[in-house]
């Protein structure tokens, strides 16, 4: 994981809080935590001993095991349709009615 710039310059330490979650507000939270744990630490250690907090924020961003999640239920619903198991129609979910809530 890049946390430092390659090259340090007057540049990137003005750019370097344009590329942020704190606007987003989902994963605002967890970046402060894996950025406090990393100032406490400092680089190379905090990227040994913050590993959690960074693989969580990670996927909060990412979102890699929902996307996975997503397509392994697609294929699942695929494989019933080609099966004969789901009719086409039925192939995905129907939300919820109208009047439901």
Same mark, same amino acid.
Request: glycine share 6%; with cysteine.
């Given at each position: 994981? *890049?946390? *430092?710039?390659? !090259?340090?310059?007057?540049?990137?330490? !003005?750019t &370097?809080?344009?590329?942020?979650? %704190?606007? /987003?507000? $989902?994963? =605002? #939270?967890?970046?402060?935590?894996? !950025?406090?744990?990393?100032? +406490? /630490?400092?680089? #190379?250690? &905090? !990227?040994?001993k913050?590993?959690?907090?960074?693989?969580?924020f @990670?996927?909060?961003?990412?979102?890699?095991? %929902?996307?996975?999640?997503?397509? +392994?239920? @697609?294929? $699942?619903?695929?494989? %019933?349709?080609? =099966? &004969? $198991?789901?009719t *086409?129609?039925?192939?995905? =979910?129907? &939300?919820? =009615?109208?009047? *439901? /809530?």
């Amino acid at each position: 994981m *890049s946390l *430092s710039p390659w !090259l340090k310059s007057p540049f990137t330490d !003005l750019t &370097g809080s344009l590329v942020n979650h %704190q606007w /987003y507000g $989902e994963c =605002a #939270d967890m970046e402060l935590k894996v !950025l406090d744990c990393l100032d +406490a /630490y400092g680089l #190379d250690k &905090g !990227l040994r001993k913050c590993d959690d907090l960074i693989e969580d924020f @990670r996927e909060c961003a990412l979102k890699t095991k %929902q996307f996975k999640r997503m397509v +392994a239920m @697609r294929n $699942e619903r695929h494989r %019933q349709h080609f =099966a &004969g $198991e789901r009719t *086409s129609e039925n192939k995905y =979910a129907k &939300g919820p =009615a109208y009047d *439901s /809530y």
